[in-house]
């Protein structure tokens, strides 16, 4: 267990810090801490901790002052600085103490528990290498390379400023020449028992697996024939850049590295592969396409070789099926059953003629959507409190059908929340109030019939029925005439004037212009986009 020691003149940041070291689950724990440069020397002093954490703007002195107070005695501790000023005298100043990292506040758990890891390294290589000298120019030089990758890639800093330097340095070499291509490699998370094993004494799993230590901007490593450089982003993931590499050649590269990881740490990663750039500007952007491969394994399933192309294919090949979403949140929305089963019955045909990965891509969209219908209302939210994480009952689905079974009695629960949310607290007259409109729409009474169906004067009927349902009388009768329109209109076998008809409407022509005065649409506009 490492000991770190703490310097940071702020209470909050200290005890923040403290927290993070706590909840990650590393082989680190806080022995003391500082406020102020002279403290900071003394516990070192009488404690002798592994590691240092050092802000660089103290009360009394300079964290680099500190850290170099400490350096005439001690080579070997591994010094981190944390500071809220990204200042280039101040990282070479770091960088000629040996520093293990340098961190901008605020400092993200990730990157926190990424830098710990580094400075855990930098201790087992020391009680490892007797050639500390040598050892000590190596990981420094080393460290800092890989920092410039992460600024190229990140937009930490402007790119050109950063090329210049990884070309002043004679980075690359000769080996490194376009296409590049970036990989995303993320870890999964494994059981708690195995996720203690690997991190046991040591850290970062991803980072001290074999495969990816090998990964070093100085001596780039051959993985299946291709030239690999590498970057830990954050405890689970780590950036590889390949050069001189096809996309053929970047895919059994990934494969390579899935089997190893899965040999040597007995767990998935999933990897996420960029489309081939030809100019080192264009990295970032390819980070960025890697990384967003990465995640889509959400949707195409875990521990996969992702590679970006497949992305954009899946997507256009469900951007017809997906047209139909809007309709399905509207009518979700409104809480209107009988027109969701209606979608989710067409739907379930079209869904089967396709991939199980691509069902799994569409349902997966629409589930998140309508978790932000269920987060966004306070009553259904409630209700929905106890329910299983719908994303992770679909992640556990193997076989097509259960998962479009799965998703479609979840939208008809939440439907039904929906519409029970909406009813809570009307009273019961009111709600025979709503039945009734509903079921005579065709009729010409209007307000006059349901005053003579509830008893009461037009005038007084019309002042209540807004205050107790939130709706005026025309309001509601005109959201569930076109509300119940769109529900015939799906069914192929209805005239349209038939519909018209259905919902109060004498003159066809009418209704089209009426309907798509509120839709958008004409009904047969309608039914060539949802049908």
Known sequence: MYRL????????????????????????????VAGDGETALRLYAERRPDMIL?????????GLEVARAIRETDQQTP?????????????????????????????????????????GERIAQWKRSGEESAYRQHLSESLYREHLLLDLLQQRRPAAEVIAELEGLQLFGETGRPPYIILCCDLEESSPEAAASASEAQGSPIRNSPIFTGLAWDDPTTVAGVKAYGAAVSRNRRIVLLSAASERAAERTAQHIRHAVQEQLGQAVSIGISRPVQRLEQLPEAYELAVLAAEHRAWVGFNQIIPF?????????????????????????????????????????????????QVKMVLTQLVLLVMRIVHSDASVRQAAAQDQDPLLG?????????????????????????????EQGVPRKFQLARE???????????????????????????????????????????????ERARELLLDPKRKVAEVAELVGFADTNYFSIAFKKHTGLTPTEFRKTFL
């Open 79 to 119: 010094l981190l600085f944390l500071t809220g000023y990204e200042s280039v005298p101040y990282i070479r100043q770091a960088l000629a103490l040996q520093a293990t990292d340098y961190l901008l506040k605020p400092v993200t758990r990730e990157e926190f528990e990424a830098a710990l890891c580094r400075a």
């Open 436 to 482: 009734w409109i509903r079921e005579h729409l065709q009729e010409d009474g209007g307000l006059n019939g349901l005053a003579a169906y509830m008893n009461m004067s037009p005038k007084y009927l019309s002042v209540r029925f807004k205050q107790v349902t939130g709706e005026s009388f025309a309001d509601y009768q005109t959201r569930v005439r076109f």
């Open 54 to 62: 050092l802000d660089i703007h103290l009360p009394d002195a300079s």
């Open 309 to 357: 192309a497949s992305i954009q294919t899946h997507a256009l090949n469900s951007s017809g099926l997906l047209e139909k979403e809007l309709l399905l949140i509207t009518e979700l929305r409104a809480g209107n059953d009988a027109a969701v089963h209606a979608i989710l019955q067409e739907w379930s045909a079209q869904l089967g003629g396709l991939p199980v990965r």
């Open 394 to 422: 679909l992640s556990r689905l193997r076989h097509g059908p259960e998962m479009i079974d799965y998703v479609f009695r979840y939208f008809i629960r939440i439907s039904n929340r929906i519409r029970e949310a909406r």
């Open 5 to 32: 020691l703490i310097v940071d003149d702020e209470y909050h940041i200290r005890e923040g810090l403290k927290t993070m070291v706590a909840q990650s689950g590393l082989a680190v724990k806080v022995s003391a």
